[in-house]
C-alpha cells in the first residue's frame, strides 16, 4: 500500500469513525434535549427530575463505554457516572456538600485520564504558551476563591464549605492543567468548559452575583457541553493510540 493509498484509507476510517460516533451520541443529544425542554425554574425536587438531569450524562458514560470498554471504566466513564450522582444531588439544596464531592471525585478520575499513556503522544508542557496557561489557570483559580471568600462566610456550614471549595478550586484547577498537558483540542475545551460551568453554579449559589435570567441554562448549557467534549476526546484518543500501535 503506497503513501497515497494509506492516506486515503485512513482519511476513510477517521469519516466513518465519526458517523459512528455521532450514532452513539445520539441519545445523549436526544435526552439534554428533554431536559431543557422539560425544565422549569420552578420545577421540584424529585427522583424523576434528578432521573431527567443525570440521564444525559449516563448515556454519555454508556457510549464511552461502547467504544473504549474497560479502559475507561476508572477514567472518563467512572468520571461520568460520578457526575451524575452529583446531578441527582443538586437537585435537593441539602445535598449540595454531597454534590460537590461526588463531582471532585469525577476531576480526579479525569485527571488520572488525562495522565495516562493514552495521552502520553501529546505530552508536553516545556512551551511558553503552555507554562503561561498554567499560570492563567493558577491566577483564576487562586482569584475566584479570593472573591468567594466573604460570600462564603456569609453561608450556613461555612466552616465546612470555605475548606471545601477551596479544595474543589485546587482539584479542578488541577484537572484544566492535565488537560492542557494532553494537548488535545476536545479534551482542553471540555475542561475549560466544565470550569466555566462550575464558576457560573457558584456565584449563583452562593449569591456572590445578581440573579441572572438565563442562568441555569449557562450553568447546563456549558456543564453538558464540557462532558461531551471530555467523552469525546477520550474516544479519540483510544482510537489513535489503537491505531498507531496497529500500524507500528
Not at 162 to 165: G, Q
Given at each position: 500500500m503506497d503513501i497515497l493509498e494509506t492516506y486515503n484509507y485512513d482519511k476513510r476510517q477517521r469519516r466513518n469513525t465519526s458517523c459512528a460516533l455521532f450514532l452513539s451520541l445520539l441519545p445523549f443529544f436526544l435526552s439534554a434535549a428533554v431536559y431543557f425542554y422539560l425544565w422549569t425554574p420552578d420545577s421540584p425536587a424529585s427522583i424523576t427530575s434528578a432521573g431527567v438531569k443525570s440521564a444525559p450524562v449516563l448515556l454519555l458514560a454508556a457510549a464511552v463505554l461502547s467504544w473504549?470498554?474497560?479502559?475507561?471504566?476508572l477514567g472518563v466513564v467512572g468520571g461520568l457516572v460520578f457526575s451524575a450522582v452529583g446531578d441527582c444531588c443538586l437537585v435537593w439544596p441539602e445535598l449540595f456538600l454531597h454534590?460537590?464531592?461526588?463531582?471532585?471525585?469525577?476531576?480526579?478520575?479525569?485527571?488520572?485520564t488525562f495522565l495516562s499513556s493514552r495521552y502520553a503522544t501529546y505530552a508536553s508542557s516545556s512551551s511558553f504558551w503552555t507554562r503561561s496557561l498554567y499560570l492563567i489557570l493558577l491566577t483564576l483559580g487562586g482569584g475566584f476563591y479570593i472573591y468567594m471568600y466573604p460570600f462564603l462566610q456569609k453561608v450556613p456550614n461555612s466552616e465546612i464549605l470555605?475548606?471545601?471549595?477551596g479544595l474543589y478550586i485546587v482539584l479542578i484547577v488541577l484537572m484544566g492543567a492535565l488537560a492542557i498537558r494532553t494537548h488535545n483540542?476536545?479534551?482542553?475545551?471540555?475542561?475549560l468548559s466544565f470550569m466555566v460551568s462550575d464558576l457560573s453554579l457558584a456565584?449563583?449559589?452562593f449569591k456572590a452575583t445578581a440573579p441572572m435570567e438565563h442562568g441555569h441554562a449557562v450553568v447546563m448549557v456549558t456543564y453538558y457541553l464540557a462532558?461531551?467534549?471530555?467523552?469525546?476526546?477520550?474516544?479519540?484518543?483510544?482510537?489513535?493510540?489503537?491505531?498507531?500501535?496497529?500500524?507500528s
Open positions: 473504549n470498554g474497560g479502559r475507561s471504566v454534590g460537590m464531592g461526588a463531582f471532585a471525585v469525577a476531576h480526579l478520575l479525569y485527571s488520572m470555605l475548606p471545601a471549595v483540542v476536545a479534551t482542553l475545551l471540555g475542561s456565584v449563583q449559589v462532558q461531551l467534549l471530555i467523552a469525546v476526546g477520550d474516544v479519540n484518543a483510544v482510537e489513535e493510540d489503537l491505531s498507531k500501535w496497529k500500524w
